[in-house]
């Protein structure tokens, strides 16, 4: 008994000990925490603190997107993404939930507000174990009028997170040179806005800008508690950045790409305008496109061609092949070639002209440019050398890109091992080059001979500190003299003025001169060769207006548009180029030229004068003497004495000869009446404008009564007859 009892006082003063050692630790613990204030080395006070610490992220803006005139063509817009709160356990008080509490009337509500179906939101508002969902690509990029709409249906538990997405105001507007930019998250990361394409690529990391932070005490519901402090980390926004494009221009555009797209429907469109002064692009464009917002379309194309795609530009290349002639001084107007075939050698087939080789005779180098003849261009080349002209399109920096600053620039490729490929590359067959070459070379041909290296961007603005970084116009070579490039700039005017000329009734513009020639390459067959039939091929025109000081420089392409029996590959080219280049012209101010006043002269008789004094006074006052028989003596004229005329105006002079028809091809109804009524001949008129044809052979005697029928035929009509002679060609040569 005493034995048990002794054993139980001492087990009880082992659990005394124990217990008292137990609270002597916890007493020294607590005493050392309350005088040093920490636990294993670390702060109570900041661990306290920081269970009560929020940080959010202040977003960065990312940088607009302006044209030259700070236009917005790019920037950041207010967005929502709508959310619902399941969780039962955010609301305090039942009579004002926070929470979702009738899943099916919300269901039904937001159906008709957002793109899914009562039944799919029904579906998330039900989700079990979840104390908050999203809804989707639905519920975001909402814009503040659909945000306002759901609000006021004050259903419990609905909300928004205000977020920010990249708006285009201007819907299709350059959508491949701008390119676009849409929200990513990468694991662990905050979302943000990453350019995807064009600008919005290549400018990515200046456009981006570097997000701040508030830092604050909070409660379990994140709000801020009273007194407490906040710490503001300022976010950096993005640079902003003005393009050398101008919107009325780009509009100018778009609108005519849009009209020749629908009304044509080519495979493509590829535009540009330039200053060739500077380099700036002004406007550029092609067909098809994209929507950035909704990126409708983009599977058609998503590169931008006019620097990306390289093709054979076909005839005009022979504008930097003629200036390089120029230059070498061996390009004589006046000097003649004969035109039709070119043999290089015995094995090859010969190059021809594009009108199956017929050609037109022998012709001066002048027409030769005028009609685009391949074989003048040969001729030309024999004249200034394969080394030399090879020289050149390195001076013109074709094989090279441009370096102008957007992604994925193509260099093209000059084709130049064999004979054949040194011939054709006059004339723009078998090299291939880009829309943006295109434009860097023809801008040493308007700007005296300066080439300008292009550009896009004019300046860079850093919005916090106002710092700018602008783009100076570089000069990317000098390959002619001012000279020669005037006299290229005259010789180009003739293809536009002349009635031998390709451009001609395509390209002329009221008020203003234009220099420029046409193109129409060959398409390369997959299989090898040239696809065939009309509208197998790349039609363009590059242009500059006005031809003594051009301020505007222009280059069109479109391939293969869906054309009538009577159209030609020209009129959809010409379609998008004269009205732009009109519209920008006097957007710009550019003062049309004024036109030379005619000159009126009062007819004297000249039947006081033989046929050679006539004919010679005419002359020079201007006027085109046409003589009727073969005698000394003047009998009668039209227009007849005390008559005012034009200069440049046919007279008709009747001599005592005998009487024989002049050739009147393309003369007008009242010339050839004149004609008519002093050899007192029967004239049968068929059809309007320029005469076509005649029945009686130029140069055949005729005796008065006799019946002269003659064909008529608009200025149009005789350019198409002209272009469907030629529709056919061999593969060795291109349209024109």
Same mark, same amino acid.
């Given at each position: 008994?005493?034995?048990?009892?002794?054993?139980?006082?001492?087990?009880?003063?082992?659990?005394?000990?124990?217990?008292?050692?137990?609270?002597?630790?916890?007493?020294?613990?607590?005493?050392?925490?309350?005088?040093?204030?920490?636990?294993?080395?670390?702060?109570?006070?900041?661990?306290?603190?920081?269970?009560?610490?929020?940080?959010?992220?202040?977003?960065?803006?990312?940088?607009?997107?302006?044209?030259?005139?700070?236009?917005?063509?790019?920037?950041?817009?207010?967005?929502?993404?709508?959310?619902?709160?399941?969780?039962?356990?955010?609301?305090?008080?039942?009579?004002?939930?926070?929470?979702?509490?009738?899943?099916?009337?919300?269901?039904?509500?937001?159906?008709?507000?957002?793109?899914?179906?009562?039944?799919?939101?029904?579906?998330?508002?039900?989700?079990?174990?979840?104390?908050?969902?999203?809804?989707?690509?639905?519920?975001?990029?909402?814009?503040?009028?659909?945000?306002?709409?759901?609000?006021?249906?004050?259903?419990?538990?609905?909300?928004?997170?205000?977020?920010?997405?990249?708006?285009?105001?201007?819907?299709?507007?350059?959508?491949?040179?701008?390119?676009?930019?849409?929200?990513?998250?990468?694991?662990?990361?905050?979302?943000?806005?990453?350019?995807?394409?064009?600008?919005?690529?290549?400018?990515?990391?200046?456009?981006?800008?570097?997000?701040?932070?508030?830092?604050?005490?909070?409660?379990?519901?994140?709000?801020?508690?009273?007194?407490?402090?906040?710490?503001?980390?300022?976010?950096?926004?993005?640079?902003?950045?003005?393009?050398?494009?101008?919107?009325?221009?780009?509009?100018?555009?778009?609108?005519?790409?849009?009209?020749?797209?629908?009304?044509?429907?080519?495979?493509?469109?590829?535009?540009?305008?330039?200053?060739?002064?500077?380099?700036?692009?002004?406007?550029?464009?092609?067909?098809?496109?994209?929507?950035?917002?909704?990126?409708?379309? $983009?599977?058609?194309? &998503?590169?931008? %061609?006019? /620097?990306? =795609?390289? !093709?054979?530009? +076909?005839? #005009?290349?022979?504008?930097?092949?003629?200036?390089?002639?120029?230059?070498?001084?061996?390009?004589?107007?006046?000097?003649?070639?004969?035109?039709?075939?070119?043999?290089?050698?015995?094995?090859?087939?010969?190059?021809?002209?594009?009108?199956?080789?017929?050609?037109?005779?022998?012709?001066?180098?002048?027409?030769?440019?005028?009609?685009?003849?391949?074989?003048?261009?040969?001729?030309?080349?024999?004249?200034?050398?394969?080394?030399?002209?090879?020289?050149?399109?390195?001076?013109?920096?074709?094989?090279?890109?441009?370096?102008?600053?957007?992604?994925?620039?193509?260099?093209?490729? $000059?084709?130049?091992? &064999?004979?054949? %490929?040194? /011939?054709? =590359?006059? !004339?723009?067959? +078998?090299? #291939?080059?880009?829309?943006?070459?295109?434009?860097?070379?023809?801008?040493?041909?308007?700007?005296?001979?300066?080439?300008?290296?292009?550009?896009?961007?004019?300046?860079?603005?850093?919005?916090?500190?106002?710092?700018?970084?602008?783009?100076?116009?570089?000069?990317?070579?000098?390959?002619?003299?001012?000279?020669?490039?005037?006299?290229?700039?005259?010789?180009?005017?003739?293809?536009?003025?002349?009635?031998?000329?390709?451009?001609?009734?395509?390209?002329?513009?009221?008020?203003?001169?234009?220099?420029g020639k046409t193109g129409t390459a060959q398409i390369a067959a997959?299989?090898?060769?040239?696809?065939?039939?009309r509208e197998n091929y790349i039609f363009s025109f590059l242009g500059?207006?006005?031809?003594?000081?051009?301020?505007?420089?222009?280059?069109?392409?479109?391939?293969?548009?869906?054309?009538?029996?009577?159209?030609?590959?020209?009129?959809?080219?010409?379609?998008?180029?004269?009205?732009?280049?009109?519209?920008?012209?006097?957007?710009?101010?550019?003062?049309?030229?004024?036109?030379?006043?005619?000159?009126?002269?009062?007819?004297?008789?000249?039947?006081?004068m033989n046929a050679r004094q006539a004919s010679a006074h005419l002359?020079?006052?201007?006027?085109?003497?046409?003589?009727?028989?073969?005698?000394?003596?003047?009998?009668?004229?039209?227009?007849?004495?005390?008559?005012?005329?034009?200069?440049?105006?046919?007279?008709?002079?009747?001599?005592?000869?005998?009487?024989?028809?002049?050739?009147?091809?393309?003369?007008?109804?009242?010339?050839?009446?004149?004609?008519?009524?002093?050899?007192?001949?029967?004239?049968?008129?068929?059809?309007?404008?320029?005469?076509?044809?005649?029945?009686?052979?130029?140069?055949?005697?005729?005796?008065?009564?006799?019946?002269?029928?003659?064909?008529?035929?608009?200025?149009?009509?005789?350019?198409?007859?002209?272009?469907?002679?030629?529709?056919?060609?061999?593969?060795?040569?291109?349209?024109?």
């Open positions: 008994m005493n034995v048990q009892k002794k054993n139980r006082n001492i087990g009880a003063a082992l659990l005394f000990f124990i217990f008292g050692l137990l609270f002597f630790v916890l007493a020294v613990r607590f005493i050392t925490i309350q005088y040093t204030g920490e636990v294993k080395g670390q702060a109570l006070a900041a661990k306290a603190s920081q269970m009560y610490l929020r940080t959010d992220v202040l977003k960065a803006k990312r940088g607009t997107i302006y044209d030259r005139e700070g236009e917005v063509i790019a920037e950041d817009s207010a967005s929502y993404t709508l959310i619902a709160v399941l969780d039962e356990t955010v609301t305090a008080d039942p009579e004002h939930p926070n929470h979702v509490v009738d899943p099916e009337k919300t269901a039904r509500e937001l159906s008709e507000h957002i793109p899914l179906s009562e039944q799919e939101i029904y579906e998330l508002l039900t989700k079990k174990e979840r104390k908050q969902v999203e809804f989707g690509p639905a519920g975001r990029d909402l814009s503040h009028r659909v945000k306002e709409e759901i609000e006021k249906l004050k259903l419990p538990g609905i909300g928004f997170i205000k977020d920010t997405k990249r708006f285009y105001p201007n819907g299709i507007f350059a959508s491949h040179l701008i390119g676009y930019a849409q929200r990513e998250q990468a694991d662990g990361k905050p979302s943000e806005i990453v350019g995807k394409a064009g600008l919005e690529q290549s400018y990515n990391k200046m456009l981006t800008g570097k997000d701040g932070s508030l830092t604050y005490k909070g409660d379990v519901w994140n709000y801020i508690l009273p007194n407490a402090k906040k710490q503001i980390k300022e976010p950096k926004n993005g640079n902003d950045i003005y393009l050398t494009i101008d919107k009325k221009i780009q509009t100018f555009l778009e609108d005519a790409m849009n009209k020749v797209d629908q009304k044509y429907s080519p495979d493509r469109i590829l535009a540009v305008v330039a200053d060739p002064k500077t380099g700036a692009i002004l406007g550029m464009g092609q067909r098809p496109t994209y929507h950035p917002v909704t990126r409708e379309g $983009i599977e058609k194309t &998503w590169h931008n %061609e006019v /620097v990306e =795609s390289s !093709f054979e530009p +076909g005839s #005009t290349m022979k504008i930097f092949s003629l200036a390089a002639s120029v230059e070498e001084g061996v390009f004589n107007p006046n000097a003649t070639f004969p035109s039709g075939k070119y043999y290089i050698n015995k094995k090859q087939p010969p190059i021809k002209d594009h009108n199956q080789g017929r050609g037109w005779g022998p012709i001066t180098y002048l027409e030769g440019v005028q009609r685009s003849s391949n074989v003048g261009f040969a001729y030309l080349l024999e004249k200034m050398g394969t080394d030399t002209w090879r020289e050149y399109m390195d001076k013109f920096k074709f094989g090279q890109k441009t370096g102008i600053a957007l992604p994925n620039e193509a260099s093209g490729k $000059i084709l130049y091992d &064999w004979p054949i %490929e040194k /011939v054709t =590359s006059v !004339f723009g067959q +078998g090299t #291939t080059v880009t829309s943006m070459q295109m434009i860097q070379a023809a801008s040493a041909i308007a700007n005296d001979g300066k080439m300008m290296k292009p550009y896009v961007v004019d300046k860079i603005v850093d919005p916090a500190t106002g710092d700018v970084t602008e783009t100076k116009p570089e000069v990317s070579g000098q390959p002619l003299s001012p000279k020669s490039a005037k006299e290229v700039r005259d010789i180009l005017e003739t293809v536009i003025t002349s009635d031998n000329g390709t451009g001609n009734q395509f390209y002329q513009l009221d008020g203003y001169s234009v220099a997959p299989g090898g060769g040239y696809l065939q039939g500059m207006a006005p031809k003594d000081n051009p301020k505007l420089l222009m280059y069109v392409v479109v391939e293969k548009p869906k054309l009538k029996q009577d159209e030609n590959g020209a009129l959809p080219v010409s379609e998008i180029f004269k009205p732009v280049m009109k519209s920008s012209l006097q957007y710009l101010n550019i003062e049309p030229e004024k036109k030379k006043e005619a000159v009126i002269i009062e007819l004297p008789d000249l039947t006081e002359k020079e006052k201007g006027l085109v003497p046409v003589l009727l028989g073969s005698g000394e003596k003047v009998l009668a004229h039209s227009p007849k004495h005390g008559d005012t005329v034009i200069e440049g105006e046919r007279v008709i002079i009747k001599t005592d000869g005998k009487l024989s028809i002049p050739d009147m091809a393309g003369w007008s109804k009242r010339d050839v009446l004149k004609v008519a009524k002093l050899a007192e001949l029967k004239v049968n008129m068929v059809g309007n404008g320029y005469l076509t044809k005649q029945n009686i052979k130029p140069k055949s005697q005729v005796s008065p009564g006799d019946q002269l029928v003659a064909n008529f035929a608009s200025q149009a009509d005789i350019m198409e007859k002209k272009k469907s002679e030629n529709d056919k060609t061999d593969e060795e040569a291109p349209l024109d």
